[in-house]
């Protein structure tokens, strides 16, 4: 079994920062892709960034600019830095990552239970 903990998630005024940490543990083979999601009330969870195990970083239109995404591979952690918050930004974020465990080669996903980001005006 795997899990997701997410941390760094609270309450900042507009224009602050942020930062999210996730730790992977568990019957962890390999990680490849590790990202984040979050989800608004009554909107649908999106994508906010990815990165590969190789450090390949994609990210959404709307924060690349202010959102930075990294990982460290050997502590199964993946980070998110979050700066010039908005409002808009307010939502549950939550870390996703695709495994390989040591039970089994195939790839599964597993996601935090997530973490609330609040940002006000």
């Known amino acids: 079994q795997v899990q997701l903990v997410e941390s760094g998630g609270g309450l900042v005024q507009a224009g602050g920062s942020l930062r999210l940490s996730c730790a992977a543990s568990g019957s962890i083979f390999s990680i490849n892709t590790m990202s984040w999601y979050r989800q608004a009330p009554g909107k649908q969870r999106e994508l906010v960034a990815g990165?590969?195990?190789?450090?390949?970083?994609n990210y959404a239109d709307h924060v690349k600019d202010r959102f930075s995404i990294s990982r460290d591979n050997a502590k199964n952690t993946v980070t998110l830095q979050m700066n010039s918050l908005k409002p808009e930004d307010t939502a549950v974020y939550y870390c996703?990552?695709?495994?390989?465990?040591?039970?089994?080669?195939?790839?599964?996903?597993?996601w935090g239970q997530g973490t609330q980001v609040t940002v006000s005006s």
């Open positions: 996703y990552a695709d495994v390989v465990t040591v039970t089994s080669p195939r790839q599964y996903a597993y």
């Open positions: 990165i590969s195990k190789g450090g390949s970083t």
